[in-house]
């Protein structure tokens, strides 16, 4: 199976991957919506993830928010996996077009990737709500810019909030129609990471109209019948398998 991913990617140059949680995890960044995820979010809150990392919540009870985001979404120690490198270098080599991704942590771009598409925004970019002012990761983790857990910007003394697409809000336009361009113009698109359950991003899928669909989770997906190849692996190692055989 390793050698048929080989011989996809040897024989394209237009190949678009759309990833999700299960690339991440591969770098030691938990899923929050798996059954421990869940289950540390009730103990340690009484509520759910989804619950606490609304829009609605963040702004009835930011403090609370930022407790959980700060102790359960952040890993700043995380570096990029063996399917992070892959993806990067296939850019490099002029095969793959862009990486539409669902996660938040920036480890695509920090392996070397571009073309980027975060449709759920990064944890990296933080902006004052009343006068926009940036700020990166390292000020909003910093104690001394923080009044409780909320950090406050250094000009206006407003709320900075992570540029992260919270539940009930929209996704971002520009990042929609890259991801949707980028989706039904290539020639191979690879998914992985991913089981296709969140939406809006899982429709993205449906746009796809190209020769190879290739779907690569540890367990099975809705799509795995519409797939050229399937493989339940780890995400990591299948690329690195691939690479080699490449």
Not at 146 to 163: E, F, H, L, N, Y
Not at 168 to 176: G, K
Not at 180 to 190: E, F, G, K, R
């Amino acid at each position: 199976m390793y050698e048929e991913l080989a011989k996809i990617l040897r024989e394209s140059d237009n190949i678009v991957f759309f990833g999700g949680a299960g690339v991440s995890t591969e770098s030691k960044i938990p899923d929050f919506r798996s059954e421990e995820g869940l289950y540390n979010a009730q103990q340690s809150y009484g509520m759910s993830p989804e619950q606490i990392i609304s829009h609605s919540f963040f702004m009835r009870d930011t403090d609370t928010f930022f407790d959980y985001y700060k102790n359960n979404m952040i890993y700043q120690q995380a570096k990029p996996n063996d399917a992070h490198l892959a993806l990067a270098k296939l850019e490099e080599m002029g095969k793959l077009k862009a990486v539409v991704t669902q996660n938040i942590d920036g480890l695509h771009q920090a392996a070397g990737s571009r073309v980027v598409y975060e449709l759920h925004g990064s944890v990296l970019r933080n902006y004052c709500m009343d006068c926009g002012t940036s700020y990166d990761l390292d000020y909003v983790m910093d104690s001394a810019n923080c009044k409780g857990w909320i950090p406050k910007c250094s000009r206006c003394g407003g709320t900075v909030k992570p540029d992260v697409v919270l539940y009930e809000e929209s996704l971002d336009d520009s990042q929609i129609t890259g991801a949707v361009d980028a989706i039904s113009s290539a020639d191979v698109l690879i998914i992985g990471g991913t089981s296709l359950v969140v939406y809006p991003a899982a429709g993205f899928v449906n746009y796809f109209r190209g020769r190879k669909l290739v779907l690569i989770n540890k367990s099975t997906t809705a799509f795995d019948g519409k797939a050229d190849l399937v493989i339940n692996d780890s995400i990591g190692k299948v690329f690195r398998e691939a690479m080699a055989a490449l």
